[in-house]
């Protein structure tokens, strides 16, 4: 058994340690926000927080993570569904297909908490996540707009 | 229970609305389940299309698939327009392809693909709503004891106008169910339009943004197993055999099944497990006929066609041969466009449950009915044992149009009776057996008279058809008509300019690799040929490029207007910045006209693509931010396969087996893109594909103005930009 604290709540979970976080919060967990797109750290699609810093959890294995690190999905990034860069998201209508936004999403975030006023040079370097429906433009326009309102009070 | 053979016949392929068909429809009619289809779904159906609840709900029934494109919201505006109800209330449900058997059809096409999904069903979907409305104000008439034409309908409430006295639309829905259908409806005009033409949001964005959507790879189901598989990869291909004890104990392995000839499956309590095993599995292919087959011996078949005598004319005007015999000058160039894959970011799955009783399956797909035509032959039982329930997709792109994977989801369930199994392909599984984009290549030769004026235009394409492959009822004589998309005489797909010789010809070279239809089509390549190859000749022949398209354009109006709008907007004719070049692109395609101004520049051989203006002319654009949407994405997606795309092949087999060697842009790479969308009126042209045609020439044409090099094969990748 290993301990994880994912979203705020302490779990216990039965598997084999090199089983990739990605497939124990989806199958084992049930958190299926977080999708698999290729595997290989590669697509950003099962992006998720590991103590505040986005991962591609596809490529980690689980027990390389301690039950002292906070893991955070997209399913716990809000309560509502409202963090500012969701609401964003929601104004600007971003996803198309939507499959790779929840993991855009999680790598905005880290980006936005490392740096609350990116240039867009700062999202050229930070946002690598493959989206084939093509919504970079407007995911631009969520990064400022969701900056903005941060830097407002997160209003 | 009916029971009703399946047969296919020519009749029965749905090849889109014109002559030319790039029916993108892989829809196969299923026969109709009797003579007396049964009638509504539920007693509060007013019509096939509205459902609407006491609490004043109104759900809208979509029988086209939401794959991203946002044809969910645009069908379901067209409905609520003549509907008159409040958008607000406005929720929305797929019907199963089951239903539609069993009702002979009612809700259409569920095929989603060729730009069609809004066109091609825009009038009956907007009667729908209208015939409800009418039934609504019958029964609130009735109610209130007055004359029908006394109320008028606005946002889900019907008031008697003279009175002031008005019901609410759920209040009278009970009523408004148990009428008769009006005989006739008219619908409104255009200009009355309140909804249609509206940029309203999205119906579906918030789930996509909490995690709360759904997708197939999401779907759980009690007591459901993972299933991971791998067909040969070497196409044409079967399997042999497989070593199953090798990885019988390995954790969570429930089954290692034989699928069919081509494929195994490892069946597991996880998928990760399931992979897992698969990975493990000692597996011995028959490589078949194709093992042979390379990247090299496909350009030779394809070069062979070039110049080979046995070709179908697509486009034929004047005497070409006389025309270019007799021009001052003569330019001739060479062009090649590569496999593409689909590369959807949520890879092919199905789940399915069979017993001896009755098989469903859940699943991502641009076409439900030829998604339930697969189950029906896959599980063994009449089709009205069979269903699909149809959940959104995580991108489709022309993909989801084919029922490979869900056949073989059935075909693993069907070994595992009662026991719900859902299928996922790895993505090295979803790479290696796309249903890739045609590879073809052409030879251009134009003629020039001592004006610069083109006076003979001789286009020959060799290469791969789509239809031959998969679905050869659709041929022409033998001949595959979607191969001259944007080259045609009239139609959809016609060709932009005017000239006056003109032979366009295709010479069929299929190689041993599956095509299937990828967002675009063949507008793909054939804007790149004709758009790059017209810049040349404006180039030989001493013309701005978009003063020597004006003049072959003046037949051409709309397309006309796109291709001025841009050069208008991007300031074609000013000076760009120091060190940026423009380029333009223009064609006709999906019945839409698009036009893109592309800016770059070139430096130490980098390239960046600064700012692409792209104008698009759809006739009625029913949401303008959604097709902004899509014009935006065309060019990630245009502008990729450009950039990175291209599938090799070696052994039999595709080389790229991941998103690190199928590259994909990311947002670094992406242009600003200033979309105008200018609907003239008057007809419905589609948005989700023709934009992606003018994205790669326009570039290309831009990087010949900033390096003088001429760009005629891709990716780019291979490309040295250093050297002129």
Redesign the interface.
Known sequence: MQELNINGSSVAVDV?PA??LL?VI???L???????????G??G?CTVHVDGRAVRACSLPVAAVTAGQAIV???GLSTN?DHPV?RA??DL??????????GM?MSVVALLADNPTPSDAD???A??????????????RGIHLAAERLRDGGA | MERVPLTLSRRDFVIGTTAAGVGLSLGLYLPSASATPEMADDTRELNAWVVIEPDDTVIIRIARSE????TLTGLAQLVAEELECDWSKVTTEYPTPGRNRIRDRVWGSFSTGGSRGIRSSQQYVREGGALARMLLVGAAADRLGVAEAECRAADSVVTHVPSGRSLRYGEVAGDAAKRAPPDSVTLKDPRDWKLIGRPV??L????????????G??L?LPGML?ASIRACPVFGGTLKSFDEARVRDM?GVRAVVRVDDTAVAVVAD???QADTALRALPVVWDQGPNSAVSSASIAALLREGLDAHDAFVGNRAGDVDAALAGAAKRVEAEYAYPFQHH?????MNATARWTHERCDVWCPTQNGEAALQAVVEAAGLPAGQCDVHKI??????GRRGFSDYVTQAVKIARQLPGTPVKL?W??EEDMRHGAYHPITRARLTGGLDADGRLVGLRIRLSGQSILAAVMPGALKDGADMVTFQGMLPDGDHAISYSVPNLLIDHAMRNPPVPPGFWRGVNINQNAIYLECFVDELAHAAGTDPLAFRRALMVGHPRSLGVLNAVAERAGWGTPAAAGVFRGLAVCKTFGSHVAACAEVSVRDGRLKIHRIVAATDCGYAVNP??IE?QV??????GL?AMLYGGCTVAGGAVEQH???TYR?????E?P??EAIVMPSGGFWGGVGEPTIAVAAPAVLNAIFAATGRRIRELPLRDTDLRVA
Not at chain 1, 93 to 102: A, E, K, L, R, S
Not at chain 2, 67 to 70: A, D, N, S, V
Not at chain 2, 392 to 397: I, K, T
Not at chain 2, 632 to 637: L, M, P
Request: charged residues 20%; glycine residues 12%; negative net charge.
């Open positions: 084999d089983t990739p497939w989806r199958e084992q049930g958190l299926t926000g977080s999708k698999y797109g290729c595997g290989i590669v697509c699609a999905t997209i399913e569904g969701q998201w929601d209508d971003v996803p198309q297909c939507g499959y790779c936004q929840p999403i999202i050229d370097a946002v690598t996540n493959i989206c084939r429906c093509g919504t970079f433009n407007r995911v631009r | 794959m991203g494109q946002g949001k999205r579906d964005t918030h789930a996509k943004v909490t995690g709360e959507q759904v997708y790879t999401d759980t993972n954790p996880t998928w990760w590369a959807t970011m949520e890879p959104d997709l995580g991108g489709g792109f996922i790895s993505r931010q959604q949407a935006e994405g065309s060019f990630v997606f990729s991941n998103f690190d994909s842009m990311t947002i670094a992406m600003q893109v």
